[in-house]
């Protein structure tokens, strides 16, 4: 009779751990998904906060071209508004979607933008 047919759950020895290498490619992933980036665009590093993991990103941002704004102002909003504010509101879907993913307990997630990328369309989700 295995654990299943008694409906226990069973214990075993040992322990998980998720790679570096897997945590951030989590991350490059999760990243380019909120914000419409290529993951090859995305830098993560990782660094211990007080036993908690801290995620440093770097990456460019899509933006609309200055002349489509001009001819179109709410075109800006259905980006998802200002640049900072897209950043702002994208830490913390990041830091919960990869504490979701990995079950790693994050601490922070900073973005730094390190350009912008002219995009034709609003953001897609």
Sequence with gaps: MTAADT???TTFSGHNRVSTQALTSTAQGVASDV???APDLVRAVWRDDHGALALSL???IGIPSLNRVLRDPHLVD???GSVWERV???RGEILARIAEL???ALSRVDIRVTGARVQD???VR
């Design 88 to 90: 702002h509101a994208a």
């Design 78 to 80: 259905r980006f998802g």
């Design 7 to 9: 409906g226990r759950r």
């Design 58 to 60: 770097a990456l460019p």
């Design 121 to 123: 369309g609003g953001r």
């Design 102 to 104: 990995t079950g790693s």
């Design 35 to 37: 914000l419409g980036i």
